[in-house]
T-cell receptor
Framework: AQSVTQPDIHITVSEGASLELRCNYSYGATPYLFWYVQSPGQGLQLLLKYFSGDTLVQGIKGFEAEFKRSQSSFNLRKPSVHWSDAAEYFCAVDLGGGSYIPTFGRGTSLIVHP | DVKVTQSSRYLVKRTGEKVFLECVQDMDHENMFWYRQDPGLGLRLIYFSYDVKMKEKGDIPEGYSVSREKKERFSLILESASTNQTSMYLC??????????????FGQGTRLTVV
């Protein structure tokens, strides 16, 4: 069965510092890969996705993620964090449509210090 | 703009009540999902529906049922609410055609408290 691991439950950074959130997946084939963000009390919003091609993917709000097949990883990065980035971040994998079900990691809570 | 709407943001129900959580999407998506979100546990799938009148159990279906009579609406039913069903419930929908369209769209969530 496919699985997603986000090893960091909480990450604390200072405003203006760089950020990297880790995500590893386990599956026989390369799935489609996603990062979502959830602000407090809200639903999830898509930040970016990878399904093929260029392994560096750009998303909204200045985020990017790099797919590394050899490491089964899809880490999320941002060069300079803003206080408004404080939220819960979820990595997800999916085989795409039909009866396949997206699988989510447990999430990483980002805390931003002024 | 794509929309998934959950009927309530906050609900308080009594133990033993039958509870209905409604979700409507306006994107003509085939797939719809109900997740439960608890601190430290991430999103856990309760049920999903890959088309009208079709449903599949997820990881934690016990104590829940679902209904999908129309494509745009997916209802989650708590047959007899219990305090351990106090949680945030998230509905999502998704297309099934092609890799470019496989992201899930989420509602705002329903925070259910069972007392």
């Amino acid at each position: 069965a496919q699985s997603v691991t986000q090893p960091d439950i909480h990450i604390t950074v200072s405003e203006g510092a760089s950020l990297e959130l880790r995500c590893n997946y386990s599956y026989g084939a390369t799935p489609y890969l996603f990062w979502y963000v959830q602000s407090p009390g809200q639903g999830l919003q898509l930040l970016l996705k990878y399904f093929s091609g260029d392994t560096l993917v750009q998303g909204i709000k200045g985020f990017e993620a790099e797919f590394k097949r050899s490491q089964s990883s899809f880490n999320l990065r941002k060069p300079s964090v803003h206080w408004s980035d404080a939220a819960e971040y979820f990595c997800a994998v999916d085989l795409g449509g039909g009866s396949y079900i997206p699988t989510f990691g447990r999430g990483t809570s980002l805390i931003v210090h002024p | 703009d794509v929309k998934v709407t959950q009927s309530s943001r906050y609900l308080v129900k009594r133990t033993g009540e039958k509870v209905f959580l409604e979700c409507v999407q306006d994107m003509d998506h085939e797939n719809m999902f109900w997740y439960r979100q608890d601190p430290g546990l991430g999103l856990r799938l309760i049920y999903f529906s890959y088309d009208v009148k079709m449903k599949e159990k997820g990881d934690i279906p016990e104590g829940y049922s679902v209904s999908r009579e129309k494509k745009e609406r997916f209802s989650l039913i708590l047959e007899s609410a219990s305090t351990n069903q106090t949680s945030m419930y998230l509905c999502a929908s998704r297309m099934t055609s092609g890799p470019r369209n496989t992201e899930a769209f989420f509602g705002q969530g329903t925070r259910l408290t069972v007392v």
